[in-house]
């Protein structure tokens, strides 16, 4: 299979309004990913799927992932002038990230028996502007995945077929995936609790003891 | 009250004497029909009890009815999530009575590993009456089975008069328990207050 470079290279060929970029990976398996803006994603996704050189006719996995709002750190090798002798420093950088959600759809091809291709798209924030275009029309299995981001992320799929919450039930408010979710408090009987269980639990101990 | 002694002389003769209540007893403790429902992994193990191997129909609770009107017993085998909870009580409200029920496994009994789950009901003894309570994770077919020897006991102890007499006996209590609704974030109402009474724990 192609390298994602040069996927890259013929989708901005093939695409010229495209934004694409490659996600590093430091793992490693060091698994690269490409990913396209939510607006043009449909467009390239349907590239892949139809393109006869990749052929990605098989979309294996769905998966969500919140990114809150953070301050990212990262090291950085300077090269500094100390005393007029060079010497090397590591730097820290700390970057503010913009909370986000990101979806990332692994690509096969049957016919052609090659990949992974990693997709990833994100929205705008986790607020308000959670929309993302369905890849459901270009691949059918991903219909049930994509229902479960957005009950457990919140994700809204435009181009969805039946876009319902598919593990929690429909009266259900809240995303329980997201890192900020709170769980409701029932931990009135805890007989063992430990750690976060016991800070939760606290609050129900009786003011006094019972004798 | 025919004494035990005379009643064992009496047998010899081939003559059999018993009371109303040891018979609908005895006849009610042989022929524990269990609802065919299975949550989770337990249920493997519910069909491998009933299965040859371990071959419940020595305890005459062989036939698993597909239906709630034709049994007496529940086996909540398994994790009952939240969105489950709700229909697991309409089928117990839609067996007759009499009827019992066994929470398999540490999920039915307490959430077992998913405990701290937003999505898990912290054990079926919130919502219904439970008789017998297996722990395991899940509980072996020897375990099932003796659990239900032991609700065998249970109801041959049973009086049918009396203030300790069953719930289908009682007209003051009520037949059905309600059926909680889907909240925003859990079951309305989480528990029922008229069932589940948690020790309070000395801190």
Redesign the interface.
Known sequence: METLEQIKARLEKTLPLTKLDIVPNDCPAGERSLRAAAVSAFAVARFLRDDPQLKLDYCSNVTGIDWPQATVKTKVKKKVLVAGVEKEIEETIETLRSGHLEVVYHLYSMELKHGPVVLRMSTDNRADHTRLPSLTPLWRGAELQEREIFDLYGVIFEGHPDLRRL????????F?MRRD?V??D?F????TPHD??LEAAKKH??AE??V | MIEEGLKSELQKQGVYVTTLEGLYNWGRANSVWPLTFGLACCAIEMMAASMARFDLARFGAEVFRPSPRQADLMIVAGTVTKKMAPLVVRLYNQMPEPKYLIAMGSCAISGGPFKQGYNVLKGIDRLLPVDVAIPGCPPRPEALIHAIMTLQEKILAQKLTGPDRPRHLDAAVPGEFPVPAYGADDLEPPKNPELFHPPLLKR
């Open positions: 593990l929690m039930w429909d009266e259900f408010v809240g329980p979710y769980a409701p029932d009135e009987y805890e007989p976060k269980v101990y009786p003891a019972p």
